[in-house]
């Protein structure tokens, strides 16, 4: 019972702050629960969900590749100016620290409820957005800013 008012709860919240991904994300967590033998697939999201999330980012990263919106050339730009490099190394910072938080997750489960708590606050009060790349270019664009540099 416990764990249908912490869900409404934050389907609550959610849609008080008008976020869609973690209604959604909310409605659809409460429907598997009610389906009949669905509580066996609850181990396997929770483990492999993180990896489809970032699999999922990294197509949508890699479209504009794809599409010709991004080019050798836009690469070879980048390499060219400051904030090319800081782009770079933010991009390795936050693969580095996630690869230690995937970890920590594993070891002490405890943090994961204080990183949904938070992540729930951030996502939704300071319109936030849960998503690893997404922070890496927000630390670069931190970085710019106080730097005062640019990718122009």
């Known amino acids: 019972m416990q764990s ?4 409404a709860l934050v389907l609550l919240v959610a849609a008080l702050g008008k ?12 429907v598997l629960k009610l389906i009949p033998y669905t509580r066996q697939w609850f181990p396997v999201i929770q483990a492999k969900g993180i990896n489809w999330g970032v699999t999922i980012i990294s197509i949508a990263i890699l479209i504009p590749i794809a ?3 991004i080019t050798f050339q836009d690469l070879w730009q980048a390499f060219k100016m400051p904030a090319g490099w800081i782009a ?5 910072l936050v693969a580095v620290l996630s690869k230690y938080g995937v970890n920590q997750l594993a070891v002490v489960p405890q943090v994961t ?6 992540t729930i606050l951030g ?5 936030g957005v849960a998503a ?6 927000g630390m670069t664009y931190v970085i710019i ?8």
Do not use: E
Request: net charge positive; with cysteine; aromatic share 10%.
């Open 132 to 137: 690893g790349p997404v922070i890496a270019s």
């Open 19 to 30: 976020n869609m991904s973690l209604v959604i994300a909310s409605v659809v967590v409460m």
């Open 113 to 118: 409820v204080a990183l949904v708590f938070g």
């Open 145 to 152: 800013s106080l730097l005062g540099l640019s990718f122009h």
């Open 88 to 92: 770079v190394a933010c991009g390795i």
């Open 4 to 7: 249908w008012l912490f869900l």
């Open 123 to 127: 996502v939704v009060f300071l319109k």
């Open 67 to 69: 599409t010709g919106q």
